[in-house]
């Protein structure tokens, strides 16, 4: 997909990522942008910087995403590109609190849910469309310090797999993005585990998701080692668990602890 001329939606629009990709998507030529947050005064903020459009909503709540799909629609044009983004980091085990569970589902899962149920049957109607997805390589190799992180980032690539395979045929893209550390709000306190392979800048996240746009494809790696990683859990999984133990021990007390 090209994106000049095109009319986006980036959820988690407010800071970080969602951010970056809002400011490249309109100095490549987008049509018009739509930087979507919780965060009311970041998502304006984006607007200045990009010179995009801000909408203020609730991710986890469908009722506020399909307002936002059709305001879009009516004020601004058909979506060709939805980028369900926004996330949520809540480190803790299986005793995380039930609300942590909750929000954490309806953040990292949900929320690609609503996204799809607002944006694919009209997409469908119009010959096709353009879904990326944000996870985290912690939805390939879970995460350690956080039981809500990597259980839901991985429900999240499972969603994405499976718009592919159902919608793929329909004229739908569907692309999953799964960096390791990347400098945001969200690593502010230190990248922890997510840092073995260093930090990237959102500006060079989007350096790779901009080429995996053009090129269609589904899985987007900004730290290339994580598919070496997937591929050794792929041939060994008793011994990539022993591994990954390996790296809790290492990092038990690192700042900003475990991180996705
Ligand atoms: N930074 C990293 O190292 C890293 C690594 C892998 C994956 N990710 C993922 O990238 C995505 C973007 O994160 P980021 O690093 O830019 O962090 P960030 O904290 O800078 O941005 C996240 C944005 O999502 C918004 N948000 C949170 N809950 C929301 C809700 N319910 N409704 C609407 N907006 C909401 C926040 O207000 C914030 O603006 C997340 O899904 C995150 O899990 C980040």
Redesign the pocket.
């Known amino acids: 997909m090209d994106i000049t001329g095109k009319i986006a939606v980036v959820?988690?629009g407010?800071?970080?990522?969602?951010r970056a990709l809002a400011q490249r998507f309109m100095t490549e030529g987008a049509r018009q942008v739509v930087a979507?947050?919780?965060?009311a005064d970041?998502a304006g903020e984006t607007a200045r910087l990009a010179g995009c459009v801000a909408m203020t909503?609730?991710?986890?709540r469908e009722a506020d995403i399909q307002a936002v799909v059709e305001r879009t629609e009516a004020e601004v044009g058909p979506i060709d590109l939805f980028v369900s983004?926004?996330?949520?980091?809540r480190p803790g085990g299986a005793d995380s609190s039930d609300a942590d569970w909750a929000d954490s589902w309806s953040?990292?899962l949900m929320s690609h849910v609503f996204a799809a149920r607002a944006v694919v049957p009209r997409m469908v109607a119009r010959g096709g469309g353009y879904l990326v997805n944000?996870a985290?390589?912690?939805g390939l190799l879970n995460q350690i310090g956080s039981a809500t992180y990597g259980v839901t980032k991985h429900a999240a690539v499972g969603f994405a797999e499976w718009l592919s395979i159902t919608h793929g045929d329909q004229g739908i893209k569907v692309s999953v993005l799964c960096?390791?550390?990347?400098r945001?709000?969200?690593?502010a306190a230190g990248?922890g585990v997510?840092g073995v392979d260093g930090m990237l800048e959102p500006e060079q996240l989007c350096d790779t998701v901009m080429q995996a746009l053009r090129d269609e494809t589904f899985l987007i790696l900004p730290h290339p080692q994580v598919k070496d990683y997937m591929q050794r859990k792929a041939g060994d999984y008793d011994r990539w668990l022993r591994g990954m133990r390996r790296l809790q021990a290492k990092f038990d007390g690192v700042p900003g602890g475990p991180?996705?």
């Open positions: 959820t988690g407010a800071s970080g990522i969602g979507v947050d919780l965060n970041g909503a609730n991710v986890g983004n926004a996330g949520i980091f953040v990292n944000t985290s390589a912690a960096p390791q550390a990347v945001t709000a969200m690593t990248p997510a991180k996705a």
